[in-house]
């Protein structure tokens, strides 16, 4: 009798545990070169989702130079000038914030997939995250991060050299993110939940009687 109430209440810190642990997505992270809702953006569109600063600004959903490896589906290049055209030499930095108030901040990761033209480094809150020197704008590199997030507004940039002397090409491409963190503390058991424990309760009572 006492393995069959031992299991019993196993499961139920099972279902329990479940029922408030869940993770939340990480809002704020979207590809480079689309719209709210996932859509590639048109050629010379603002992406209104990356704050550049640089030589020149905003980023705009740009036509692909033939040197650069193609953007998939629900994603495009972005760049300083709204054409497959040339910009300034000189240092980009695409940035994106989202805030984790209220969760876990160890829970955090962001993973996906990126290229530049030239030169590319992931900073996350300043801290260096990785750099695609040697790959660029021809291989998609994939990158990783579950460190260095902070409570509060969190700065995702994207920092990209364009090198040689003369103005040439420029952009960057970013798809296939995502990021997941738990709530900080507990969510309250659900009201299904709440009524299950009590059942398991009362049928814990009856079993330990017999």
């Known amino acids: 009798m006492k393995t069959k109430v031992a299991v019993f209440i196993f499961f139920a810190h099972i279902f329990i545990f479940c029922a408030v642990c869940s ?55 972005i760049g300083p000038v709204n054409a497959a055209g040339s910009a300034f030499v000189g240092t980009y930095n695409y940035s994106a914030t989202f805030d984790l108030s209220g969760f876990d901040i160890s829970t955090a990761y962001i993973s996906g997939k990126w290229a530049s033209d030239n030169h590319g480094y992931i900073y996350l809150n300043n801290m260096l995250i990785d750099n695609n020197i040697g790959y660029e704008f021809t291989v998609i590199r994939n990158f990783y991060i579950d460190q260095y997030f902070v409570e509060g507004e969190n700065t995702l940039t994207f920092t990209v050299v364009n090198y040689t002397e003369t103005p ?8 296939d993110i995502m990021g997941e963190v738990q709530e900080f503390a507990p969510a309250p058991i659900p009201e299904p939940a709440t009524i299950l424990f009590f059942l398991a309760g009362l049928l814990i009572r009856k079993l330990i009687k017999k």
């Not at 689309?34 to 048109?42: E, I, M, P, Q, S």
């Not at 040439?168 to 798809?175: A, D, E, I, R, S």
């Open 168 to 175: 040439n090409p420029t952009g960057l491409l970013v798809f």
């Open 23 to 77: 993770a939340a997505h990480i809002n704020g992270l979207y590809n480079t070169g689309v719209d709210d809702y996932g859509n590639a953006l048109t050629a010379g569109t603002i992406d209104a989702h990356y704050t550049l600063a640089g030589p020149s600004s905003p980023a705009y959903a740009t036509d692909e130079n033939p040197a650069w490896v193609p953007a998939p589906l629900n994603s495009s290049w």
